[in-house]
T-cell receptor, first 114, second 112 residues
Framework: EPEVTQTPSHQVTQMGQEVILRCVPISNHLYFYWYRQILGQKVEFLVSFYNNEISEKSEIFDDQFSVERPDGSNFTLKIRSTKLEDSAMYFC????????????FGPGTRLTVL | SQQGEEDPQALSIQEGENATMNCSYKTSINNLQWYRQNSGRGLVHLILIRSNEREKHSGRLRVTLDTSKKSSSLLITASRAADTASYFCATDRSSNTGKLIFGQGTTLQVKP
């Protein structure tokens, strides 16, 4: 069964460093998303992406965040200058059709900012 | 209150019993999705129910949706210890971006 994959599973970085979180969505999906979950809290939407453009972003997704689909298979989230409060589990998800279809989530990348 | 709120926050039952979790939301939706999350792990999709549907089944899972009350329920029948996890509802509002709004979740413990 197709699945969303994410690498790395755990990333430790120093405050102020740049990190890139990688995702491989399900191959025939067209819509891609990033969410995050701070420990003990609910899952929060960050950004949705379609046709090489951001279709919606949350207030969390400020200028330090960016997303890219550099090729036909990968979908990346870059955090330019990490802060302590960026420590969280980051989930990538994909769906075939936005607004009408199941979103399948990857296993997540646990980001720890020291 | 927030979109996608579940109750109860925590539920503890014996194996074999049924577990019911509820979710309320505020705005109109395209669909509502239920996910399971084992401790520290990823989100596993359980069921999607569309705004024009009232009930869906999948194995031991039954989901209902009442759009007039803006609420949904997830019933797990004949629970097993392996059902121990957190359960979240997530609403997809009437937009074309697919943004899901998650609730705080219900933590279910099934005692063997």
């Amino acid at each position: 069964e197709p699945e969303v994959t994410q690498t790395p599973s755990h990333q430790v970085t120093q405050m102020g460093q740049e990190v890139i979180l990688r995702c491989v969505p399900i191959s025939n999906h067209l819509y891609f998303y990033w969410y995050r979950q701070i420990l003990g809290q609910k899952v929060e939407f960050l950004v949705s992406f379609y046709n090489n453009e951001i279709s919606e972003k949350s207030e969390i997704f400020d200028d330090q965040f960016s997303v890219e689909r550099p090729d036909g298979s990968n979908f990346t989230l870059k955090i330019r200058s990490t802060k302590l409060e960026d420590s969280a589990m980051y989930f990538c998800a994909s769906s075939g059709v936005a607004g009408r279809d199941t979103q399948y989530f990857g296993p997540g990348t646990r980001l720890t900012v020291l | 209150s927030q979109q996608g709120e579940e109750d109860p926050q925590a539920l503890s039952i014996q194996e074999g019993e049924n577990a019911t979790m509820n979710c309320s939301y505020k705005t109109s939706i395209n669909n509502l999705q239920w996910y399971r999350q084992n401790s520290g792990r990823g989100l596993v999709h359980l069921i999607l129910i569309r705004s024009n549907e009232r009930e869906k089944h999948s194995g031991r899972l039954r989901v209902t949706l009442d759009t007039s009350k803006k609420s949904s329920s997830l019933l797990i029948t004949a629970s097993r210890a392996a059902d121990t996890a957190s359960y979240f509802c997530a609403t997809d509002r009437s937009s074309n971006t697919g943004k899901l709004i998650f609730g705080q979740g219900t933590t279910l413990q099934v005692k063997p």
